[in-house]
């Protein structure tokens, strides 16, 4: 099975604080996504990349950022965190674009930050 | 673009009744159609999945859709509904590399 873990599940920062949000999957996935979920609004795509060093903005990018050093491993940076950035934040990962089953995304438990 | 509707941010039904969540949805191109399951405090988990071929799909925990083209509608049904499929829903769509989501239903199941 596909695993996709998170660093933290539950965390709290101060507003102005650097923030980091890890994620890492174990199936050798081309893909991976950063997501922030709120009540009511679904999920929205922050940032993604299909490749090592690699990455797309999403639909809301602004005040992050993304950093994929190895394949495994997709990090999401907060660069001053702000009230507004309070929320679930999701990874999940897929196969390579080029694979019928690339759509098929693999989520990771989440992380819900709390800034104040 | 592509784009999807859920109808009914929230569904109350009691146990044993049809589950019936709603998913409209628009594609310019051949879509691939996902519905996840969201239980309290979790990460999404797949249901169940229409790529190509038969256009009823089974997925896990007795869940079910039906891709219509002519209606852009995918459907998740469940005959009997248990306690435990309480959660919250969300239909996807493929769009580019990454799939557009809705924005969710919340399924309530009574006894």
């Known amino acids: 099975d596909v695993k996709v873990t998170q660093s933290s599940r539950y965390l709290v920062k101060r507003t102005g604080e650097k923030v980091f949000l890890e994620c890492v999957q174990d199936?050798?996935?081309?893909?991976m996504f950063w997501y922030r979920q709120d009540p009511g609004l679904g999920l929205r795509l922050i940032y993604f990349?299909?490749?090592?060093?690699?990455?797309e903005k999403g639909d809301i990018p602004e005040g992050y950022s993304v950093s994929r050093e190895k394949k495994e491993r997709f990090s999401l940076i907060l660069e001053s965190a702000s009230t507004n950035q309070t929320s679930m934040y999701l990874c999940a990962s897929s196969l390579s674009p080029w694979a019928e089953s690339s759509y098929e995304q693999y989520f990771g438990p989440g992380t819900r930050l709390t800034v104040t | 673009a592509q784009s999807v509707t859920q109808l009914g941010s929230h569904v109350s039904v009691s146990e044993g009744a049809l589950v019936l969540l709603r998913c409209n949805y628009s594609s310019s191109v051949p879509p691939y159609l996902f519905w996840y399951v969201q239980y309290p405090n979790q990460g999404l988990q797949l249901l169940l999945k229409?790529?190509?071929?038969?256009?009823l799909v089974k997925g896990i925990n007795g869940f079910e859709a039906e891709f219509k083209k002519s209606e852009t509608s995918f459907h998740l049904t469940k005959p009997s509904a248990h306690m435990s499929d309480a959660a919250e829903y969300f239909c996807a769509v493929s769009g580019g590399t990454a799939l557009i989501f809705g924005k969710g239903t919340t399924l309530s199941v009574s006894s």
């Open positions: 990349s299909y490749d090592v060093k690699m990455k």
């Open positions: 229409y790529t190509t071929g038969a256009t």
């Open positions: 199936m050798d996935h081309e893909n």
